[in-house]
T-cell receptor, first 108, second 115 residues
Framework: RKEVEQDPGPFNVPEGATVAFNCTYS??????FFWYRQDCRKEPKLLMS???SGNEDGRFTAQLNRASQYISLLIRDSKLSDSATYLC?????????FGKGTRLHILP | EAQVTQNPRYLITVTGKKLTVTCSQN?????MSWYRQDPGLGLRQIYY???????DKGDVPEGYKVSRKEKRNFPLILESPSPNQTSLYFC??????????????FGPGTRLTVT
């Protein structure tokens, strides 16, 4: 089993819709959690950190469920510019583990 | 401007010819790492460095070497490249080791082809 798993998609979603991704991690010793965004083979960029209390940044909401070992990302009122690959990232000890990413296509 | 730079951006080479990909950051970050990204496999950590003269293996270190003689530089060395090392490589840095919530800053990537 991979340490960090994501549904690869692609998710094809009409503009304005709400879309949610989940990511599961297998190691309960994982310490911190992030969502990164990657556009078409460019470098990944931090979208948001994920905290147990949940956190929101504009149209984006991230949640962490330590008991069930998953994190989620919710995008409301999706825009064409949200089309990208979303990478779930988990830090464990001194290592950084990426999920394979979920591809999102927002359709006009 | 705060940034991570990598050179070269594109490299085509032949099997067995030693090469070095440079990585430099100007943010005084302690933690640096190298990743490779392959279709269907995502980003995988090759090596990381907690600070000067402190390097350690990631998940896929075979065939690679690194050094960290200065805080700002973290070169990736392929002593004898092989075709299975054809990939997109990213260097990244963060202020502190990854137990915290520090953002990783990525370089623009190096696309390597080994024939």
């Amino acid at each position: 089993r991979k340490e960090v798993e994501q549904d690869p998609g692609p998710f094809n979603v009409p503009e304005g819709a709400t879309v949610a991704f989940n990511c599961t991690y297998s190691n309960s010793a994982s310490q911190s959690f992030f969502w990164y965004r990657q556009d078409c083979r460019k470098e990944p960029k931090l979208l948001m950190s994920v905290y147990s209390s949940g956190n929101e940044d504009g149209r984006f909401t991230a949640q962490l469920n330590r008991a069930s070992q998953y994190i989620s990302l919710l995008i409301r009122d999706s825009k064409l510019s949200d089309s990208a690959t979303y990478l779930c990232v988990v830090n464990r000890d001194d290592k950084i583990i990426f999920g394979k990413g979920t591809r999102l296509h927002i359709l006009p | 401007e705060a940034q991570v730079t990598q050179n070269p951006r594109y490299l085509i080479t032949v099997t067995g010819k030693k090469l070095t990909v440079t990585c430099s950051q100007n943010m005084n970050h302690e933690y640096m790492s190298w990743y490779r990204q392959d279709p269907g496999l995502g980003l995988r950590q090759i090596y990381y460095s907690m600070n000067v003269e402190a390097t350690d293996k990631g998940d896929v270190p075979e065939g690679y070497k690194v050094s960290r003689k200065e805080k700002r530089n973290f070169p990736l060395i392929l002593e004898s490249p092989s075709p299975n090392q054809t990939s997109l490589y990213f260097c990244a840095s963060s202020l502190a080791p990854p137990q915290g919530s520090d953002e990783q800053y990525f370089g623009p990537g190096t696309r390597l082809t080994v024939t």
